[in-house]
């Protein structure tokens, strides 16, 4: 299957809210509300690929049939998240009536926690100019990034990562809709790496086929992971000082096979958390320096430089009292 034809994680989107794999208390409340002429302002808020956009792509089809695309208008706040947007692209639209027999049309709004407070206090004034006609449907990560005027307007509808079996029902189906052989190694292994995101399980699963197969092979070549066998021998190195190792591991292995470094830290702190080696009173010290290993990462600093920095601290805290520590 070849990577250039049509992307997989729109040729799969659903149809229709019954076909959303999992946030079967959100589905439900919204399938109520596509008849409803009274629906609220949404925040759908939660974590990525967790079928937030989905969910509105689908209410929309619901509600709308034939005439869904001219009743959606569809704005990512990442891609201009200041005011003038507002002022503009989403007030024109805001302003015009629905196409078809409908009381209201739909904005969505992915990423609106990206927004500028400015921005924010505008699209406040809108949605309750035009609340006759139109709808807000919000897409967001961190709920709390978001100005109490808007949540006040708007019914939350929490999103949370899916669950493995999910997951795997996701990733099997896609399978047997596309006519792939595969092993079911290569799928628990999907599962692992994805951790409850759909969008990025689509993904890796499209990249991995190759003739018509999904091997556990051909998952490792595409996927960039790092065993967690290499972390646990890390960590133990870095516990008995031998810092060196740590290094030639780091650069040889962990660094060429990482993509994603969230989804790196998020394994190392599990080898942390699970180790018998680790001092209990440094456990959650650590726990603690990989969040700010992570956000340093995510701010752009050297992701070599950070993760020797977070690693050369392991022997020193396992030696050291942690007052000290809790001082720096």
Known sequence: MSVSEKIWTERHRPNTLDDLVGQEEAVERMKKWVDDPSC????????????KSSAAVAFAKDKYGDKWRSNLHEMNASDDRGIDVVRNQIKEFARESP?????????????????TKDAMSALRR?????????????????????????QSRCTVLPFNKLQDNEIEQLITRILNEEGIE???????????????????????????????????????????????????EMLSDALRGNMES??????????????????????????????????????????????????????????????????????VAQASSMPGYQEK
């Not at 809108?126 to 808007?150: A, G």
């Not at 998952?219 to 967690?228: E, N, P």
């Open 40 to 51: 609220p302002h949404l925040i759908l808020n939660g974590p990525a690929g967790s079928g």
């Open 99 to 115: 196409d078809g027999d409908f009381n209201y049309k739909i904005i969505f709004l992915d990423e609106a926690d990206n927004l």
């Open 126 to 150: 809108v949605m309750e100019k035009y609340s006759d006609q139109t709808r807000f449907f919000l897409s967001m990560n961190y709920l709390n990034k978001v100005i109490d005027p808007i």
């Open 182 to 232: 595969y092993q079911e190694s290569a799928i628990n292994k999907i599962v692992e790496y994805v951790d409850g995101d759909a969008r990025r399980a689509v993904q890796t699963l499209q990249t991995s086929v190759e003739d018509g197969e999904l091997t556990e092979d051909l998952l490792d070549v595409v996927g960039g992971q790092v065993d967690r066998e290499v972390l646990d």
């Open 246 to 315: 740590v290094h030639n591991s780091l650069v040889y292995d962990v660094i060429p096979n990482t993509i994603d470094y969230s989804r790196l830290l998020n394994e190392l702190m599990k080898t942390i958390r699970d180790s018998e080696e680790v001092h209990d009173d440094i456990r959650w010290y650590l726990i603690a320096e990989i969040g700010d290993t992570e956000r340093a990462i995510q701010n752009s600093a050297n992701p070599n430089i950070q993760l020797m920095s977070f690693f050369a601290e392991i022997p």
